[in-house]
């Protein structure tokens, strides 16, 4: 476990900053970029769990946020360090228990007849906020992958979470009845 007993250290003052092995990059380097969102998105996880959820989210959103930092940690690894760092990154198993969350969660919600708008209540808003910057996480990881090795259940493991963040957008607008839903402006 790291000690972080000392925040300033001045390494990013020319715009470059460290990597997990060490080597430097540029502070706008695709691969940095990819773990800031990743970053940005946990943020915005923290936000929710702030809010009154509906049961058994609270425990799940920590395990999230948990594993959206061994997904930063991934990304902020270079592949050829990869082989030199044990227990980081993704498992299949997290995968699969986004899989499974969602298709719990999504069994007594009624199909949406319309687009939804971000909103409903507060709790609602902060999850299509969380899937929204998901998306972009999912497109930082996309231009990093064209230029760099990624493991590919990082790209798989964000397709999921934005899903199922839609999905708890809506089990907190009483699962989808206060759901705020589009229509065409004339």
């Known amino acids: ?93 997290q995968i699969k228990q986004l899989e499974d969350w969602l298709q719990e969660s999504n069994k007594n919600i009624q199909p949406a007849k319309s687009f939804i708008l971000p909103g409903g209540s507060k709790a609602s808003a902060l999850f299509h906020l969380a899937r929204t910057v998901t998306r972009r996480t999912e497109r930082e990881v996309v231009k990093l992958q064209q230029t760099e090795a990624v493991e590919p259940r990082c790209l798989l493991y964000l397709n999921r979470l934005s899903d199922l963040f839609f999905v ?8 989808g009845r206060d759901d705020l839903l589009w229509k065409r402006q004339s």
């Open 1 to 93: 476990m790291p000690i972080l007993d000392r925040i300033t250290t001045g390494g990013g003052d020319k715009g470059q900053t460290s990597l997990v092995d060490g080597s430097r990059v540029a502070k706008c380097s695709a691969r940095v970029c990819a773990y800031g969102t990743v970053d940005e998105l946990n943020s915005v996880v923290g936000l929710i769990r702030c809010e009154e959820l509906p049961d058994g989210l609270f425990e799940k959103i920590c395990r999230i946020q948990n594993q959206l930092f061994d997904l930063g940690s991934e990304l902020a690894t270079p592949p050829a360090a990869k082989a030199k760092i044990d227990g980081w990154g993704l498992g299949d198993q």
């Open 168 to 175: 708890w957008a809506r089990l907190c607008n009483d699962e």
